[in-house]
């Protein structure tokens, strides 16, 4: 017996083609935006900069990785349920017997691949810069798919409360677009005054980075289990959420 529900894998594959067909938007422009960071800081600060022994442009790439896999993830999951929305289309989705966790696992997952497949391409675009060990390879893919699952998680969560693409971007513009650039992607969060090193640890895009960039060099600001109860557990409040609000169909059902 198929484990996955038609509905489910019709779903997947319509968001995971929704972003295949643009990939000239959605995958080379993040790659070509990190590359641009990479050059910039990377230019600017080589040679001013040493993080634990790890020279800079060593130290950012794995942050320009993580942070393209975590904005990309929730740019698919937002968008898409923003439009289906708007357009009138998201009918289609509620009226099929699909329960609300092969919706929320079909978004979800169609964000990861994108999020990763920008992650890949900002990598490969990006480590001929520096050199690079792999200290723990499972780390880092650890980080990378509950990172990319959690920001797609709070794409659906995003998409499900705006109304119009103004409360969308609002909710990126304040939300996570500060998260993700004070969460150590471009410094050592040590390298900071002790009032912002302690609001620092209350930012969980932080402990998504610190880890993944763990994975890389054996080394960071805390441990990586730590990083990862921490992730984990804000992952399963985020999908309790999503649950609640796929169950009660706030903003979906008028």
């Known amino acids: 017996m198929n484990m996955f529900s038609v509905g489910f894998q019709t779903l997947l594959y319509k968001e995971m083609l929704r972003f295949w067909k643009v990939a000239t938007q959605t995958v080379l422009a993040p790659v070509l935006t990190a590359m641009l960071y990479l050059l910039i800081f990377g230019h600017v600060l080589e040679g001013h900069v040493n993080v634990r022994g790890v020279n800079y442009t060593a130290f950012l790439i794995p942050g320009l990785v993580m942070m393209s896999v975590l904005q990309n993830s929730f740019a698919n999951s937002s968008s898409s349920l923003i439009q289906s929305k708007i357009t009138g ?62 920001l797609g998680t709070m794409g659906v969560i995003a998409g499900i409360w705006a109304e119009k693409f103004d409360q969308l971007a609002a909710f990126q513009n304040f939300l996570i677009m500060p998260a993700t650039f004070l969460s150590g992607v471009f410094y050592s969060i040590h390298s900071l005054p002790p009032f912002w090193l302690t609001v620092s640890h209350f930012n969980p895009f932080f402990y998504m980075i610190d880890g993944f960039r763990h994975g890389f060099f ?25 649950i609640n609000l796929l169950k009660r169909g706030y903003n979906l059902r008028h």
């Not at 696992?105 to 810069?129: K, P, Q």
């Not at 054996?218 to 999503?242: E, H, K, N, R, Y």
């Open 89 to 150: 289309n998201l009918v289609f989705i509620l009226l099929p017997p699909l329960s609300h966790w092969e919706i929320l696992s079909a978004y979800v997952l169609a964000s990861v691949v994108r999020g990763l497949t920008v992650g890949a391409g900002v990598f490969i675009a990006t480590v001929w810069f520096a050199k690079l060990s792999f200290s723990a390879p499972l780390w880092i893919l650890a980080f990378a798919l509950l990172g990319a699952a959690i």
């Open 218 to 242: 054996g080394q960071s600001d805390v441990s990586p289990w730590t990083s990862l109860a921490i992730v984990s557990a804000f992952f399963a409040v985020l999908a309790g959420i999503a």
